[in-house]
């Protein structure tokens, strides 16, 4: 009976040394999909290739259902329904917590793009703020505000697109190749050009029309707001250029300069514009009718305004807050799954030049 009893015990504890063993080969292949999740997300944060969103997906996909097969097979299904539940309250309540805080129903956001660079880069993850009062804000932020009426505003969105403008240099001797960066000492002008058109033959690929989209100056005389241009720098590819981009605009003989300590915003896009999906960018200006404001922003890696690109001023109904704090790279998660991020002036950065 005694001997029986060794043999027993001997062999239940070879068998739990064979779980064990079974147990560590599962968190292996475990940490193997992380490890290869991990270098997902650099290669898309070095190349921003859509393929390597899909591939990170789909190994997100295969970790969580060989965690979740895994977690059954050793603590069973109701261990496993139980901690998965805690996991998402534990979750839910952060962001809850974070809702409360913040009295911001939206508390984070993502940088999608390039758009403003040195200060935000792809892929940070912003903390919001609500913005419980605008005329509060910004005064408190000494933006810069323009009283319009109800009537010229009016005017204004009915001629939506006139001021879609922005200003571009051409060389002197072909006005269809037109850009913002120039090489220094290269030989050029500064034109005005309609951004629709521009867009439309970009689209069509007549690049040797662009000519067709340049306007006189005179075309601003009647809208609301009028730009003015100045030659900046900027590093592209660790090389210096001279920039192109919006410096001042003027409203109602007001004429606000472009100002770094503004305020950053994140803003929901209309259908018609151009940029789409929330948008997070330095308010300009901002224009009060009445009792409502409506926002100039600007990326400061951008050339121009949102306006002259093809978007309307954010009212202050479409602000979801401002961006008080980033942490870098963890909006990449989000990012990947998104795919499609945009990569436009990823390679440059505008200085600050005034």
């Known amino acids: 009976?005694?001997?029986?009893?060794?043999?027993?015990?001997?062999?239940?504890?070879?068998?739990?040394?064979?779980?064990?063993?079974?147990?560590?080969?599962?968190?292996?292949?475990?940490l193997l999909l992380y490890l290869l999740l991990a270098l997902t997300i650099l290669a898309y944060a070095s190349t921003r290739s859509a393929i390597f969103s899909v591939i990170f997906v789909i190994e997100f996909v295969i970790l969580l259902v060989d965690e979740t097969r895994h977690d059954i097979k050793t603590q069973g299904v109701k261990k496993t329904a139980k901690e998965t539940i805690e996991a998402i309250a534990v979750v839910l309540i952060v962001w809850l917590a974070a809702i409360v805080i913040l009295g911001n129903t939206t508390p984070i956001d993502v940088v999608p793009s390039c758009s403003m660079?040195?200060?935000?880069?792809?892929?940070?993850?912003?903390?919001?703020?609500?913005?419980?009062n605008m005329s509060s804000f910004l005064a408190y932020h000494h933006v810069p505000v323009v009283n319009v009426s109800p009537e010229a505003y009016s005017a204004m969105l009915k001629h939506i697109s006139s001021e879609y403008l922005a200003f571009y240099a051409y060389l002197d001797n072909n006005e269809s190749k037109i850009t913002y960066l120039l090489s220094p000492g290269e030989h050029y002008s500064i034109g005005l050009y309609n951004t629709k058109c521009l867009s439309y033959y970009s689209y069509t690929n007549?690049?040797?029309?662009?000519?067709?989209?340049?306007?006189?100056?005179?075309?601003?005389?009647?809208?609301?707001?009028?730009?003015?241009?100045?030659?900046?720098?900027?590093?592209?590819?660790?090389?210096?250029?001279?920039?192109?981009?919006?410096?001042s605009i003027t409203i109602a003989n007001t004429t606000i300069?472009?100002?770094?300590?503004?305020?950053?915003?994140?803003?929901?896009?209309?259908p018609n514009d151009t940029f789409t999906g929330n948008i997070v960018h330095r308010i300009?200006?901002?224009?009060?009718?009445?009792?409502?404001?409506?926002?100039?922003?600007?990326?400061?890696?951008?050339?121009?305004?949102?306006?002259?690109?093809?978007?309307?001023?954010?009212?202050?109904?479409?602000?979801?807050?401002?961006?008080?704090?980033?942490?870098?790279?963890?909006?990449?998660?989000?990012?990947?799954?998104?795919?499609?991020?945009?990569?436009?002036?990823c390679n440059q950065v505008i200085l600050h030049s005034s």
Request: charged content about 25%.
């Open 206 to 247: 007549q690049e040797n029309e662009f000519y067709k989209c340049k306007v006189s100056n005179s075309t601003q005389d009647e809208n609301l707001i009028k730009y003015s241009y100045g030659i900046g720098n900027a590093i592209v590819n660790n090389e210096q250029y001279l920039v192109v981009y919006t410096k």
């Open 257 to 270: 300069t472009e100002n770094y300590s503004n305020p950053i915003i994140v803003y929901s896009t209309l």
């Open 284 to 345: 300009f200006a901002a224009i009060r009718v009445d009792n409502e404001y409506y926002m100039l922003t600007k990326g400061d890696n951008n050339p121009a305004l949102d306006l002259e690109f093809g978007n309307y001023p954010a009212s202050q109904k479409q602000v979801v807050g401002t961006v008080i704090a980033k942490i870098p790279w963890l909006g990449y998660i989000t990012l990947a799954f998104k795919g499609g991020i945009d990569t436009t002036g």
């Open 117 to 132: 660079l040195p200060k935000l880069r792809i892929g940070d993850l912003v903390i919001l703020d609500r913005i419980s």
């Open 1 to 30: 009976m005694k001997t029986t009893k060794t043999k027993t015990k001997a062999g239940r504890g070879a068998k739990k040394g064979q779980k064990i063993k079974r147990q560590n080969k599962v968190t292996k292949i475990e």
